[in-house]
């Protein structure tokens, strides 16, 4: 496997990959462990998660600038991310044992009860957008809650991979709890198939989303899917229009624009339209690529060559059938590989930019004439991810964020993931969902006791 610096195109390392019988053996190892690993008490459980919060903490610097090193994101941000695993990991060590606890049922016999009981071996696969975080806010609720884990994370974040079974290493969590597992796609099949292994957990594209759903369902295991999405952002004739372009831009531009949650689709009324068209595009052309390495850089490269191929492309088709440039609209020429902030508006129905996910600095503005077809743009979409919108009329805003069909809404902010809410998506973007009691009883054996 080979880590390749985005900021300048150089190789960083090369790193060898575990053979399918040193796979075998891994995840034997792992199930191994689980099974001691399942009778430990919550209290040994918290300390050790809490010991990782400190190994995050401690060695936040250096994490931050692997990360920085291997995908591009900018080093405040990857700082940030570190401090935000370290908070996942303290949240569930202190609540995991009360949304675990048995739940009491009134039946006719003496007693009935559930109980939420640890199933295994869970596989992560995972991406490289959020190398650490999309790692432990599946990690630490599985762990505490008895479980085990295999990595198998994105071939281009193969140094943060290991860091993180290193990590739990240093907090004192026994060596096989979790691994790393350094193998390429095409080996995930035999590992889903293991039948050590009891459940899968994907966050990707919706393409690896399908094929690892239908692999585990013809093992009859479990899956929780995040798939991306195209959320929206709608601004009604009563924002806060200052505000909501302050935020919009950095819920635009978060990690170099690559989030999932990142907003993607601005659904502006009209009456708002060139207000927000001016003072979005203004703030926007003051963000200047650069090494994401040096602490004043806002925007860093994009992950590889072909994204950002495949980002432009999507630009270009959206002008092509009409769409309207504001700013930027090319790859910034030089080594590695950055894109230019973009601004496109009078985005409409049959555009790349309406419809696909886009990952990186484009902004795309859809105008409507009023509440009404906002709601309607923003649901005509395969996507159900998340969601932003914009009122003074925080009743109204209720309302609407009622009728948007997607697994979150922020209401006068940006979308965020939070260990106490929830996460995850409906339609294309996905189902299941991580963090919160929901989170961590997705991986757990839901059992109904009942004793006359």
């Known amino acids: 496997m080979r880590s390749i610096n985005p900021s300048s195109g150089m190789l960083i390392n090369d790193y060898a990959s575990h053979s399918t019988s040193e796979t075998s053996k891994i995840i034997t190892s792992t199930n191994e462990t689980w099974i001691m690993w399942r009778k430990t008490s919550f209290q040994q459980r918290s300390r050790l998660m809490h010991n990782a919060a400190s190994v995050l903490r401690n060695e936040k610097e250096d994490l931050a600038r692997l990360m920085s090193l291997e995908m591009g994101k900018v080093l405040h941000e990857a700082a940030a991310e570190i401090e935000k695993c370290a908070w996942v990991c303290e949240y569930y060590a202190d609540h995991a044992e009360s949304f675990l606890a048995d739940e009491i049922v009134e039946t006719n016999a003496s007693k009935s009860f559930v109980s939420f009981a640890p199933i295994g071996i869970v596989l992560a696969v995972m991406p490289w957008n959020f190398p650490f975080w999309q790692v432990f806010r599946f990690a630490a609720p599985a762990l505490m809650a008895g479980n085990a884990a295999v990595l198998k994370h994105a071939s281009n974040v193969p140094g943060c991979a290991l860091a993180i079974e290193e990590i739990f290493i240093k907090a004192g969590f026994p060596v096989n709890l979790f691994r790393t597992l350094m193998i390429s796609a095409s080996q995930v099949e035999s590992v889903i ?242 963090l919160s009691q929901f989170g961590i009883r997705e991986f757990t054996n839901i059992k109904s006791i009942w004793i006359a």
Request: contains cysteine; proline residues 5%.
């Open 193 to 434: 198939m293991n039948p050590h292994i009891r459940a899968v957990t994907l966050t990707g594209s919706e393409a690896a989303g399908m094929n690892v759903a239908s692999i585990a369902g013809r093992a009859l295991k479990k899956t929780v899917l995040e798939l991306g999405g195209s959320d929206p952002y709608i601004v009604l004739d009563d924002a806060d229009i200052d505000k909501c372009v302050e935020t919009a831009v950095n819920a635009r531009m978060i990690n170099n624009g690559q989030s999932c949650i990142a907003a993607k689709r601005f659904i502006v009324v009209e009456s708002r339209l060139e207000e927000f068209e001016t003072k979005k595009t203004m703030i926007m052309s003051t963000l200047t690529p650069g090494d994401p390495l040096l602490q004043d850089t806002q925007v860093g490269p994009l992950a590889r060559e072909d994204l950002r191929d495949e980002l432009h492309n999507q630009v270009k088709t959206s002008l092509d059938a009409g769409a309207r440039l504001l700013l930027g609209g090319k790859s910034i020429s030089g080594p590695g590989y950055f894109y230019e902030p973009t601004v496109v508006s009078d985005v409409r129905p049959g555009m790349s930019l309406y419809h696909e996910e886009t990952f990186g600095p484009v902004s795309a503005i859809i105008p409507v004439k009023d509440a009404d077809e906002a709601i309607k743009v923003a649901n005509d979409s395969k996507f159900g991810l998340g969601g932003s919108l914009w009122t003074n009329d925080l009743t109204q805003g209720e309302k609407l964020a009622r009728q948007i069909e997607s697994g979150a809404v922020f209401v006068n902010g940006m979308t965020i993931s939070d260990p106490r809410l929830p996460f995850g998506g409906i339609k294309r973007s996905g189902y299941g969902r991580e």
